[in-house]
């Protein structure tokens, strides 16, 4: 099949042509396959969106939208992003969806630059109580370029405090809220959101990056017919690729088109389009349905088995797939714990919990969830384990005792093997 050889034999697959790289894909696929990733933004694609990202799709330029290109040869791809298109708008129930944003940042980026002129006020969680960078953190542009008042969560409750969001919306009447973020265990509550925003002439936007695939699934209110724009990502509960979607109804669709392109980006990620087309199918199913429910009782599982173990959850449990633990009584921060939980195959990411008294970069609290676990079939009867691996590692990190935290290492690694991950042969 080769014609040509020499130094760099493009017709090579990876293993042969980049064998440093394909050495490291595999490492990570191992690691994948042995540690318990329970990252709450984080997940395992299957199979087939995996192979949708690896095909001759990335070879093609084409800026614009289906039938309104800037290069010839879209007989193809404009079938791609149009499929990608009706299946998001039939999952979600939407008029309009664009599903071109490179990823979640890109495309609330798109939403300021629809919506907002620089300096312009707007209303988000703090970043601190759950929001995320682009919903106007300082060391983002969105924080810098426009002018962000937020709210927060009530601090015995540790759930948004729906007056402090009216009060506050009432005095700054801002032009656009967000409602949603990353490290939210609770529901949002998408009609009082939209209520406020209508008292006060503002556009709700509501940005379900981590809960999508509840949402599609049924397993967490949908924000449609409450938030006229919602922004999402496709690679966390959804289950698809690096990726984002922008929905908005009819009236807002123009808009949020001319800001992806040409106001932000060039050509679409066409083998990324293909690949979330491919997610939104399988999510449109009944057994995904299962899936999204099963995350949920999952974390609910969890939260309970932690709670019994005398770990302090914000807001005292969660709704969805995500558990925000304050490490503040175990008596130990959350970035060494993290980073033992990480050596003992628990992958987790420290976080800042609200009211935080210590700095992000060396905050109180760990985050986890549920939808890799639950992607590889692990089910409720499988959480007390977890829960007791997590209590057993956070207790060797507070007495430095490497060698527990490497005997549970192990153990994960035991227990994984009867889980498989797509794209991963299972020994
Ligand atoms: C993950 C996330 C994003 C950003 O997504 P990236 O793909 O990492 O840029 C935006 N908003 C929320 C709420 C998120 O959780």
Known sequence: MTTHSGPLDLTARLADADPEIAALVEAEGRRQFEKIRLIPSENYVSRAVLEATGTVLTNKYSEGYARKRYYEGQQFIDEVEELAVARAKALFGVEHVNVQPY???????????????????????E????????????????????????????????????????????????????CGGTAIPRLIDFPAFAEIAQEVGALLVADIAHIA?????????????????????????????????LMTDAEH??????????????????????????ALREAATEEFRRYAHQIVANAAALAEALLERGFDLV?????????LIDLTNKDIGGKPAAKALDRAGLEVNFNTVPFDPRKPWSPS????????VTTRGMTTEHMPRIAAWIDEAVEAARKDDG?????????????????????????
């Open 213 to 245: 695939g509840l949402v599609a699934g049924g397993a967490h209110p949908s924000p449609v017919g409450y938030a006229p724009v919602i922004s999402t990502t496709t690679h966390k509960t959804l289950r698809g690729p690096r990726g984002a979607m």
């Open 253 to 278: 669709a123009k808009a949020i088109d001319k800001a992806v392109f040409p106001g932000l980006q060039g050509g679409p990620h066409n083998h990324t389009t293909a690949a979330i087309a491919v």
């Open 315 to 323: 807001s005292g449990g969660t709704d969805n797939h995500l558990i």
């Open 365 to 372: 609290g760990i985050r986890i969830g549920t939808p890799a």
């Open 403 to 427: 060698e527990a935290l490497d005997r549970i290492a192990a153990e994960v690694r035991e227990f994984t093997k009867d889980f498989p991950i797509p794209g991963w042969p299972t020994p």
């Open 127 to 178: 970043l601190p109580h759950g929001g995320h960078l682009t919903h106007g953190s300082p060391v983002s542009a969105t924080g810098t370029w426009f002018r962000p008042v937020h709210y927060g969560v009530d601090k015995e409750t540790g759930r948004i405090d729906m007056d402090q969001v009216r009060d506050i919306a009432r005095r700054e009447r801002p032009k656009l809220i967000f």
């Open 103 to 125: 990823s979640g940042s890109p495309a609330n980026l798109a939403i300021y630059l629809a919506f907002l002129q620089p300096g312009d006020t707007f209303l988000s969680l």
